[in-house]
């Protein structure tokens, strides 16, 4: 089972930046499709940007597109999110995610769209100030 473990979140001023991280661990070779999401107390979870390792295709909400680049380090197992031009509606709780097994880089993009991963990582708070 995948194991992931989010950090890098903290508190920044508009305009600001941040990298969040997300360690993957245990089975990972099981999975080629993760992702970052984020979702507010009591409203929907929405995806933020997808990565698939067989093609190395990306996919990004529109909100975070030409601020936001999702990158994964194979030597590392690690999955990241460089946030720039980070706004008040950036905050939020991130989490990243993971699918179990293998699948097209056309199913990952949906699976993104639709936010259905199998494992979830703890979650890491951005809070942006303006």
């Known amino acids: 089972q995948e194991h992931l473990v989010a950090s890098g979140g903290g508190s920044v001023q508009a305009g600001g930046s941040l990298r969040l991280s997300c360690a993957a661990s245990g089975y990972i070779y099981s999975t080629n499709c993760l992702g970052w999401f984020r979702q507010a107390p009591g409203k929907e979870r929405e995806g933020v940007a997808g990565f698939s390792i067989g093609d190395n295709s990306t996919y990004y909400a529109d909100s975070v597109k030409g601020r936001f680049t999702v990158s994964w380090d194979n030597t590392k197992n690690t999955l990241y999110l460089q946030m720039n031009i980070l706004k008040s509606e950036d905050t939020n709780m991130y989490y990243c995610?993971?699918?179990?097994?293998?699948?097209?880089?056309?199913?990952?993009?949906?699976?993104?769209?639709?936010?259905?991963?199998?494992?979830w990582g703890q979650g890491t708070q951005v809070t942006v100030s303006s």
């Open positions: 995610a993971a699918i179990n097994g293998h699948v097209s880089g056309v199913t990952c993009a949906r699976r993104f769209r639709t936010t259905t991963y199998n494992y």
